[in-house]
């Protein structure tokens, strides 16, 4: 999976893979960001998105990521495809697959589209607010236990509201978070934040039941210079479950800045199952 | 673009296409669903989500769609391609792309991502509520006016609060709608319903300006006869825009029954102009 024709490596702070042709990468799964049966989400979205971004033909920072989980990764290697799907003067817009050789075949297990952007200066509105929260530094961190699926070592997670280990609110999740590596905010790591949020529904039922995201998508607000500006500080986010029906419920999740800035918004769609 | 090899024709209410091979189709663009400078989206995104339901290997009900409007459609023929990304035991991943044949040459102008899904029954919750708003019938309907779009004549549309042609709440715009055709409601319906909120930058600006829908991700909480049971009846929606930042704004709605049931929510993000 990583020939010697390989041009040169991509390596994200915590995301190595090897680009092997012209919009084909290959890598490999990291143990460091594994969830309880595969890769976490945000990681995989997070690969997705970097692979689109290395590409030197692409144009625009990231507008909207939806990605589709649509079948288990195995630990191991993997590879990535890349393809514009259409170019426009202020817009681009790229899919990326990552396919894994699984029992004997090459199989497809998450997609993405993305959508690039130039944003040129307008009046700009925002009408929501951040939701209230005391200072993070004030918060206890989550702290590390057995059970907990090893992804969330990588995170410095602070819950203000929505503790699923402490019950309060069923409502809604409001929570600080930030990369524990001291790396500056990018739209990798920012798609990989969106997902860190605990399944709404563990709240919504007080206990824990099979769940798996089918689609996360994710709408960025900013450009990568404002995201910069932020450094390695913590991001407030805001999440909550509108509707459970049959086997799928929604989760809506808002990202801050610690000083208000909207980052980003996402809809999640998520498997999961109750015995009742 | 109607070859005798046709097989069959899938004909909507309001959408008719000829099945030109597998994953093949063709149609032509309808006056009656045109916006200002191309059709109306919720019509493209009815057109792809209908090429992919009339595909007898796909199997579930709509769960996500995710639509990107990567180009002008110009009036005429038009094709379509859908393609399974993946296929699972409870979940069925799908693409579709709608090109044209524009300057000598093939050109991507729309594509989506379908997620199908069987459902099963769980315990379910619905953790928001409808708006609230007067019944339909004591609204008065949009009247249909010389610089309208062709498209609203194919609604009616009622607004309760937030309508663009009388001032009020510019926080967010709800109303009732419907098909004009008395049609029984289904998913590519319920896709095109989606769409017919009017943009919330309109209210903030106080005025028009320049508009494109770049993506539009609409969630589906209901099943198909879930919907059918519905009929012609009027959908309350209720859109707002949380932010707009440097050309692009987003608008989340959220689509409710009469009777209050929760059947879509929808985050788009559409680029804007405005002179300042």
């Not at 090893?150 to 509201?161: G, I, V």
């Not at 932020?230 to 801050?256: K, P």
């Amino acid at each position: 999976m990583r020939p010697s024709a390989a041009r040169r490596t991509r390596r994200d702070v915590t995301i190595a893979m090897t680009r092997t042709g012209e919009g084909e990468y290959a890598g490999e799964t990291d143990p460091a960001y594994w969830n309880l049966i595969g890769p976490f989400g945000g990681w995989i979205a997070a690969v997705l998105m970097l692979a689109v971004l290395d590409d030197p033909r692409r144009h625009g920072e990231p507008l909207s990521l939806s990605t589709n989980f649509a079948g288990a990764i195995e630990a191991g290697p993997y590879a990535i495809r890349t393809r514009n799907a259409r170019r426009n003067r202020s817009t681009d817009f790229w899919r990326a697959e990552l396919v894994q050789h699984q029992h004997g075949r090459d199989v497809l297990c998450a997609e993405a589209s993305l959508v690039l952007a130039h944003r040129r200066p307008t009046d700009s509105f925002v009408d929501v607010s951040p939701p209230e929260a005391p200072a993070p530094e004030t918060l206890p961190a989550v702290p590390a236990n057995a059970g907990a699926p090893s992804f969330l070592e990588k995170y410095d997670m602070r819950f203000a509201t929505g503790n699923p280990f402490a019950g309060g609110d069923p409502d809604r999740t409001v929570a600080w978070v930030r990369d524990r590596a001291p790396r500056t905010l990018d739209f990798p790591a920012l798609a990989a934040l969106c997902d860190t949020g605990f399944p709404p529904i563990f709240l919504r039922l007080g206990k824990r039941v099979p769940v798996s995201t089918v689609t996360l998508n994710a709408f960025f607000h900013v450009n990568s210079s404002e995201l910069a500006e932020i450094g390695n500080d913590f991001l407030l986010s805001e999440g909550r479950m509108r509707v459970a029906h049959n086997g799928f419920f929604d989760c809506t999740t808002t990202m801050w800045s610690r000083s208000g800035r909207l980052l980003a918004t996402t809809e999640q769609v998520v498997y999961y199952k109750t015995t009742s």
